[in-house]
């Protein structure tokens, strides 16, 4: 890929090598997001434990999630600089580690620190996409980072295997010093962490791509100024960030609205992760083949659909009328009702095109930042992730000023118009009034290396003039 500093070994097995760092980067990614986003099962044991109050329990998984999103900046520039290989062995290690203090807390204070170190896991993401888009030529660079980025069903492995693990080995202890219960559930990926760092640090290439070697800091920096990469922030923002939100928000919303059962809710919950995860690779072939500008206008669509239904609050509006001179009744009219079934439904297909829209947004930025992806991308993840940490917040409060639970989904349907409108804005703004001649052409398949890909670029780039 242009641009990036390899050694000749590298590039020598850029191809058998690319496929290696794939596959062990998303499956280190897999784990380390499932440790990240344990405190979501592993709630309800601590609560009873400690005694803690519901405010006190949201914060344990609030400081895991801000943790999870404040170094990604420094993750994907230190990717960058130094390879992916070295920034995701010392996050293994870190995360094992840290996992393994969470099973040994005794206290509120103390598990609040453990939580925030665990969160460290999180930054991996940026870390590995800097990584990938290395080691993958541009046309391919959007499935890559889709299928990287499929790793976020790692947020469903606690929520699987967490209850019936819990529950079989309450009370008992292993090897002397391990309990069972919630704390088994952090000593087993402590352990597993271990595991796949010996299988990342064995079988990736030992000569790296390090597209930032030798850049200065402050070049790397640069692209920060511009606004669209604030505006990717924002798109990742309603993407991930609401992904992350709803992935720890969701089960207790089945319990409370519908009467399920914890275990129930967290698998109905798995419904939207699975393919919120899974279908990144088919949202980064579909960037590849069609733009991602493009899979972001359906993304949106989609999105406000779902959202838009979902927020409707059960209920019906009553009228009253005059059945004479002396006498009014009151009559109800347009009542609605949303079931489990079509609730799901619906929280599926939000899953869905958030799964594309997740891969469609990274696949912008190794487009219009081919050499400084570590740097645009650390920041991008990072509000991105952020937005998983204000937004719980802001669901709440919805919940509280309106009486309706589904104000969280209100929330949800705003942040997303936002992002269409200011997408759509500047698009027809550059076609209609700076790019004319254009106006057929905002978008077109990737080229591929055969094609001349400066004068495509050359074709698409006046869409984002002027940093839009």
Known sequence: MAGHNASPAATDQSGRGSTRVLTLSTLAFTLMFAAWMMFGVLGVPIRDEFGLSDVELSWVTAVAILNGALWRLPAGILAD???????????????SVFSFLVAHVQSYGMLLVAAFLVGFAGNSFTAGITWNSAWFPRHRQGFALGVFGAGNVGASVTKFLGPALIASTAGTTYLGFVEGGWRLIPVIYSALLLLVLAALWIGTPRAD????????????????????????????????????????????????????????????????????????????????????????????????????????????????VSESRSATGTAE?????????????????????????????????????????????????MLGALGGFFLPPLFAYATDWTGFPSATFGVLFLLTLVCALWMHHTVVHLLTRESPELRHKFEHPEPRPTHDVAETEAATKPLEAAGR
Not at 82 to 89: C, E, H, K, L, P
Not at 352 to 357: F, L
């Open 333 to 381: 009219v347009l009542p609605f009702s949303m079931g489990l079934v079509p609730f799901v439904l619906l929280v599926f297909l939000l899953g869905c095109s958030m799964g594309i829209g997740k891969a469609a947004v990274y696949k912008h930025i190794p487009e219009y930042f081919p050499n400084e992806v570590g740097s645009v991308g650390g920041l991008v993840g």
């Open 209 to 320: 791509h390090r597209p930032g070697a030798g850049r200065p800091l402050r070049e790397q920096l640069v692209p920060l100024r511009q606004v669209r990469v604030w505006r990717f922030s924002l798109y990742y923002v309603a993407v991930f960030g609401a992904y992350v939100a709803l992935s720890s928000w969701l089960p207790k919303y089945y319990v409370d609205n519908f009467g399920v059962s914890l275990t129930t809710g967290a698998l109905l919950t798995a419904t939207f992760i699975f393919p919120a995860s899974l279908l990144r690779p088919l949202g980064g072939w579909f960037s590849d083949r069609f733009g991602a500008r493009r899979a972001m206008y359906w993304t949106f669509a989609l999105m406000l659909v779902s959202s838009g239904l979902l927020m409707m609050p059960n209920g019906h509006i009553v009228v009253e």
């Open 81 to 95: 600089r130094y390879g992916g290989r070295i920034v995701f062995t010392v996050l293994l290690i870190a995360t």
